[in-house]
């Protein structure tokens, strides 16, 4: 823990607390090195770990403090309560934890501590935490302008309880071969990635077609297709990863040490989230 505590250090990402609901909330904020003196307003990103993964854990496996580096805006990563977050399943969506009230205050803390772009306040996160940011699409439409998924479609719940008329930006990329959350959906669990982009894009009122292309990146069938559709308010993206695992693209296939498949390595995700957030303001 004292060789993980310096190491945070030294890459100027810090762990804070605040207390909700009778309970301390950790989180991680990383501040992009380059901007850490500037009076400059930057976009933030929410960063959601997986299921049993720590905030820690997934900072490092994700290294989306480089791309913030790159690109100037700030990382934070929330620690769920047992490591875990409310998606509606597995969980009480109305009875569970509060973790989307943890998200508002947590916001409104970031808020009070750094120069912030209201307009550029996105979600991100793999598997439990992707599931997150499906819902937190569905209640926080008017804090948030886009969200990105990775391995992880609309939980049903999250379909039932939606009742938001707010438009935003919904990103998936999931892995066809993807063996813990299933590309094609769960019965009485979550729906398929394209029923949710199928989904977002009703809700988002988007009449355009579909676009849809697939890019070959090696000979080891590992093809990418492309889905996406726009309007003026909002775009809804798929990215179908031939033979991809429960994973995050780009990042070490070693890092976690669990067998979740294959990991694509000619794709970077965070390059590919960035590049969807950057084109979508509230």
């Known amino acids: 823990?004292?060789?993980?505590?310096?190491?945070?250090?030294?890459?100027?990402?810090?762990r804070q607390r605040l207390k909700f609901e009778g309970q301390n909330r950790e989180y991680i904020v990383y501040v992009p090195q380059?901007?850490?003196?500037?009076?400059?307003?930057?976009?933030?990103?929410?960063?959601?770990?997986?299921s049993g993964m720590t905030h820690v854990e997934h900072m490092f496996y994700t290294n989306m403090n480089t791309t913030a580096d790159k690109y100037q805006f700030i990382v934070v990563y929330p620690l769920g309560?047992?490591?875990?977050?409310?998606?509606?399943?597995?969980?009480?969506?109305?009875?569970?934890?509060?973790?989307?009230?943890?998200?508002?205050?947590l916001i409104t803390v970031l808020k009070s501590k750094y120069k912030i772009?209201?307009?550029?306040?996105?979600?991100?996160?793999?598997?439990?935490?992707?599931?997150?940011?499906?819902?937190?699409?569905?209640?926080?439409?008017?804090?948030?302008?886009?969200?990105?998924?990775?391995?992880?479609?609309?939980?049903?719940?999250?379909?039932?309880?939606?009742?938001?008329?707010h438009k935003i930006s919904v990103m998936q990329i999931h892995g066809t071969a993807d063996e813990v959350v299933k590309y094609d959906g769960k019965d009485k669990g979550y729906a398929s990635a394209l029923?949710?982009?199928?989904?977002?894009?009703?809700?988002?009122?988007?009449?355009?077609?579909t676009s849809e292309k697939?890019?070959?990146?090696?000979?080891?069938?590992?093809?990418?297709?492309?889905m996406e559709a726009k309007n003026k308010d909002a775009a809804v993206k798929l990215l179908s990863i031939k033979n991809g695992g429960h994973t995050w693209p780009g990042a070490s296939p070693f890092n976690i040490g669990l067998p979740l498949g294959y990991t694509h390595q000619k794709l970077d995700a965070n390059q590919a989230i960035w590049e969807f957030f950057s084109e979508h303001r509230k």
């Open 1 to 14: 823990m004292l060789l993980m505590t310096g190491f945070l250090a030294t890459t100027k990402a810090q």
């Open 34 to 50: 380059q901007n850490n003196n500037t009076n400059k307003n930057l976009p933030v990103v929410l960063n959601f770990h997986g």
């Open 81 to 105: 309560i047992n490591k875990d977050w409310n998606v509606g399943f597995e969980m009480s969506y109305q009875k569970g934890t509060n973790d989307v009230g943890f998200v508002k205050e």
């Open 117 to 165: 772009d209201e307009k550029a306040i996105y979600a991100t996160g793999l598997s439990r935490g992707g599931f997150f940011c499906q819902r937190i699409a569905a209640e926080m439409g008017d804090v948030f302008a886009a969200v990105a998924s990775v391995g992880a479609p609309l939980p049903d719940s999250v379909k039932y309880y939606n009742q938001s008329k």
């Open 195 to 209: 029923n949710t982009l199928n989904y977002w894009k009703e809700k988002n009122n988007i009449t355009a077609n």
């Open 214 to 226: 697939t890019v070959k990146y090696d000979a080891k069938n590992t093809d990418i297709t492309f």
